[in-house]
């Protein structure tokens, strides 16, 4: 994964989170793509079903954003890349 990202330990953290959230996003056909991780502005791009579902706004802010910001630091953002 050619993965932008200025910080090992926070990529770490990143992508384990990443990991753990795949399952439920695959059992809805979808995947979670990291793009790159800036200061605490962390890049994804939503594929198959993900990112064309109305609630996948939800599933990453209220999921992916709020599980990163519980084990990384309340400044992580979640920035969705068309």
């Known amino acids: 994964m050619g993965v932008m990202h200025e910080n090992n330990q926070l990529f770490v953290q990143v992508l384990t989170e990443l990991e753990q959230m795949q399952p439920y996003v695959q059992s809805h056909g979808g995947q979670i793509e990291l793009v790159s991780i ?3 502005n962390v ?3 939503l594929k198959g079903a993900c990112d064309t579902c109305p609630l996948s706004f939800y599933t990453i802010t209220f999921g992916l954003e709020q599980r990163l910001q ?3 630091d309340p400044q992580v953002r979640v920035i969705i890349q068309d």
Request: charged letters at 35%; a positive charge.
């Open 38 to 40: 800036q200061d605490y």
């Open 43 to 45: 890049v994804i791009r």
């Open 70 to 72: 519980k084990s990384i």
